[in-house]
């Protein structure tokens, strides 16, 4: 699935610095930083602190100014703009607050677009694919249904199987609950944990909401990690 | 890596997804490419039915006047001949070497407002319009016996005339012409088919058949009007023509006769106008009763056809240089184009629709394109995420853009399609106009090329700024 990691690290950053262009000063400073593999980090920062910069560079859609981003032992921040949307495809998995969809495809199409760019679209991944909407309480009747007719609630669930349907190593998750209600956010967020136990692979949640921090075996400030910030 | 399969795949449920929109848009395309189209076709069409109103003629000989009068008078029978060619002249034409042919136009009659033609049997196989093409009789034969006449379509179905019925023509336009040729009634003998040009409109007897009617009539019978000193001498000049139709007076002497004649009289109104014995004809002829058709022994126009076209300019130089009158040769073709460019501000006025339809088309592109690109930007979002590559996004676009563009230019060309056929098949009767399906042309491809190079230029922006900007600001474009 991934190539072995000699550090045995999900994330390692270093010197990274990043600033938009055209912007003299950086956004986002970070000496160093790592990631173990399996490891789930909740990432808690305020708006414009620099955290969803950040998943932007772990993703591979933004490039430092400065310094490297090695995800799953692969220098990303090295990789031209092609290889990342490849290694993008097959390793990482994104789930958002909203709009993970696109709303004119079904559901089970949603998800096997994402196999077919993760080059794992086949007889077995729709297999795979069908048994992990199940698992996420989304019922066979759902599955060719629009995903724009949805429910939010619902919609986060696709996007969940969506987000590990080429078994990724790394899911990155961005504010996935600020959409929901208080009883959707609690059921959404045992299936996550459920889910990702399964497949056992890192996780990186970005939330305002320091509450969810106790579910998680690392918690990270983002004020702490963003030395740019720190040092205003 | 994703195949295009998968691309036309998500592009196909994305246009169904916004079924309606895209129904809206590709109308508006189809109907603005319809309009540029049509315009343009129209105004082509224009041009070129205008310019091959007469064909298959190398130069049209007539008095000295102004080009673009003397096609007028041959060729649309607009206005009235100033002055004649007389048969000597005409003759010493057809002797040159290098002419083929030549067919007499003789003017000045009428019948109920449409004009009359003498001519040869020559006329109906050498006139020729659009991409020569002959005359064509839908009914009868040409014109045999002296009274025998021939009818142009629009003559014959106007006065809902047919073969066998008998006419009589009157002396000059006016339709109140107290003067009616009704010594001589004419039958008709044959019908012509609908060509979209003037013939249509003109009534076709034998040059004999003219001078027939008025050597007649101006010899004996002529109508109440005050018989004037001048009237008598043209009388008389008339009568010497007719009876000796190859010893014509020489040109000078016969204006001096006049002069002289008129001296005598002390007429010296008449002194003054009779600087040729020709327009002095004319002049008093229109003044007197509206009649303008050539004095016996002339006609008012020829028609040429000559061997070699390389020939033309020196048949016309040796016309333009003739001694004995005042001729004057255009090459129609030449003419037609310079009376189009007179009256071509209908052609300017067509073409400043097409350029404003244009553009209004490809603004309303433009807008359609940002709009819809304005609501997709999240769509675009995903797509990056889960690892579509930037080829794809603007790939998908592209296509969208290109169906819609397509899918409307191809109803537009049905759509013009079909309307011509639909105008060929109702109005071709009335107004003798057959549109060409030939409706591209180097303008029109441009402007197609130029809305496709459009459409990829206004898709590939908005493309291009969303892949940035989900660049720039990151995986969530919900934050902040």
């Known amino acids: 699935m991934t190539t072995a990691n000699p550090e045995g690290a999900a994330i390692t950053l270093h010197d990274l610095r990043f600033a938009f262009s055209g912007s003299v000063s950086p956004v986002l400073a970070i000496p160093a930083w790592q990631v173990e593999k399996e490891e789930q980090v909740f990432l808690q920062g305020e708006s414009g602190s620099g955290k969803s910069t950040l998943l932007g560079l772990l993703a591979g859609l933004q490039l430092p100014t400065q310094g490297s981003v090695d995800v799953l032992g692969t220098r990303v921040s090295s990789l031209s703009a092609r290889q990342r949307d490849r290694f993008r495809a097959q390793n990482l998995g994104v789930v958002f607050q909203q709009f993970n969809l696109i709303p004119y495809l079904s559901v089970l199409e949603n998800v096997m677009l994402a196999a077919q760019f993760g080059e794992t679209a086949g007889v077995e991944t729709k297999q795979r694919a069908i048994e992990l909407l199940s698992r996420v309480n989304l019922p066979a009747a759902l599955h060719s249904r629009k995903a724009g007719e949805l429910s939010i609630g619902q919609q986060q669930r696709v996007a969940i199987v969506r987000a590990l349907i080429n078994k990724p190593a790394l899911l990155l998750v961005d504010e996935p609950t600020s959409a929901l209600d208080h009883n959707n956010r609690d059921a959404f967020l045992e299936l996550l944990f459920d889910v990702v136990a399964d497949l056992s692979c890192a996780m990186i949640f970005v939330s305002h909401d320091p509450t969810l921090g106790h579910l998680f075996n690392r918690q990270v400030a983002m004020a702490e990690l963003n030395q740019f910030r720190g040092q205003r | 890596m994703a195949g295009v399969s998968v691309l036309i795949g998500v592009a196909s449920r994305s246009l169904r997804y916004r079924l309606s929109g895209v129904v809206l848009t590709i109308a508006s395309v189809a109907l603005s490419v319809f309009v540029l189209l049509a315009v343009e076709h129209v105004r082509q069409e224009a041009r070129n039915g205008f310019a091959s109103t007469v064909s298959g003629v190398d130069l049209i000989v007539g008095a000295r006047t102004g080009e673009v009068n003397l096609l007028l008078l041959s060729v649309f029978r607009i206005g009235t001949a100033t002055a004649n060619v007389s048969w000597s002249s005409l003759e010493q034409i057809r002797a040159q070497n290098n002419v083929s042919w030549t067919v007499p136009l003789s003017l000045g009659d009428s019948h109920r407002s449409f004009r009359v033609v003498g001519t040869t049997q020559e006329f109906f196989e050498r006139y020729k319009h659009g991409a020569q093409q002959s005359l064509g009789f839908s009914q009868g034969v040409r014109f045999d016996a002296l009274n025998d006449v021939v009818l142009g379509a629009q003559v014959a179905s106007r006065l809902g005339y047919e073969l066998g019925d008998s006419i009589v023509l009157s002396h000059g336009m006016a339709d109140t012409s107290f003067t009616h040729h009704d010594q001589l009634p004419f039958r008709v003998s044959g019908i012509l088919s609908l060509t979209g040009t003037p013939v249509d409109n003109a009534l076709f007897v034998a040059l004999d058949a003219i001078e027939a009617l008025h050597s007649e009539e101006e010899g004996g019978d002529r109508p109440v009007q005050g018989v004037s000193e001048h009237e008598h001498e043209e009388n008389n000049h008339e009568y010497g023509d007719e009876h000796g139709h190859h010893d014509h007076h020489d040109e000078v002497e016969d204006h001096d006769d006049h002069r002289g004649h008129d001296d005598h009289r002390g007429h010296e109104e008449h002194a003054e106008s009779a600087h040729s014995s020709a327009s002095t004809e004319a002049d008093h002829a229109a003044a007197d009763h509206g009649h303008n058709h050539p004095p016996i022994g002339t006609v008012t126009a020829v028609l040429v056809g000559l061997n ?119 109005f071709a009767q009335e107004l003798g106009l057959m549109l060409s399906y030939q409706i591209f042309n180097s303008s029109n491809l441009l402007a197609l090329a130029l809305i496709y190079l459009t459409t990829l230029i206004l898709t590939a922006i908005p493309a291009l700024q969303a892949y940035r900007l989900s660049v720039s600001v990151g995986g969530s474009p919900k934050e902040n």
């Open chain 2, 308 to 426: 070699s076209p390389i020939a033309t300019l020196q048949v016309k130089r040796w016309v333009d240089t003739f001694s004995d009158e005042a001729l004057l040769a255009i090459l129609p073709g030449v003419a037609l184009t310079q009376l189009w460019e007179l009256v071509g501000n209908v052609e300017i006025i067509l073409l400043g629709i097409s350029i404003l339809v244009f553009l209004s088309s490809l603004l309303g592109l433009n807008a359609m394109l940002f709009a819809s690109m304005r609501e997709r930007r999240s769509e675009i979002e995903v797509l990056r995420n889960i690892g579509a590559p930037s080829l794809f996004v603007l790939g998908l676009l592209m296509v969208e853009a290109l169906l819609i563009v397509t899918t409307g230019i191809a109803l537009a060309i049905l759509g013009l399609l079909l309307s011509i056929a639909f105008a060929n098949a109702v």
